[in-house]
């Protein structure tokens, strides 16, 4: 069965870390592009960051350059997400997203499967 599953979330303090990773069942999504998004209540869904498996390209969402970083473990099927020096505006649900045609993309109709999301609470 297809299926995403993100964990790591929580609630941390500002200027804290968090690294929430995403594990793709199986071998699936061994070489699609994987992608995070976010979304806060009342606001739309909104891009993180993605990172292609080979080569391991990476872009990101300028409120996140710096702060966070994609990461990937080709054996494990799992994507990372670190995340530091976090601010209450990265307070959101986090959802982990997979692309099957291996694009680089920032919007949300481009990714085929997605996870239930894990919350992270940044607290000022």
């Known amino acids: 069965q297809v299926q995403l599953v993100e964990s790591g979330g929580g609630l941390v303090q500002a200027g804290g870390s968090l690294r929430l990773s995403c594990a793709a069942s199986?071998?699936?999504?061994?070489?699609?592009?994987m992608g995070w998004f976010r979304q806060a209540p009342g606001k739309e869904r909104e891009f993180v960051a993605a990172?292609?498996?080979?080569?391991?390209?990476?872009y990101y969402a300028d409120s996140v350059k710096g702060r966070f970083t994609i990461s990937r473990d080709n054996a494990k099927n799992t994507v990372y997400l670190q995340m530091n020096s976090l601010k209450p505006e990265d307070t959101a649900v986090y959802y982990c997203?997979?692309?099957?045609?291996?694009?680089?993309?920032?919007?949300?109709?481009?990714?085929?499967?997605w996870g239930q999301g894990t919350q992270v609470t940044v607290a000022s």
């Open positions: 997203a997979a692309d099957s045609r291996r694009r680089l993309a920032i919007t949300t109709s481009a990714y085929d499967y």
């Open positions: 199986g071998r699936t999504f061994s070489s699609y592009t």
């Open positions: 990172i292609r498996w080979n080569p391991a390209n990476t």
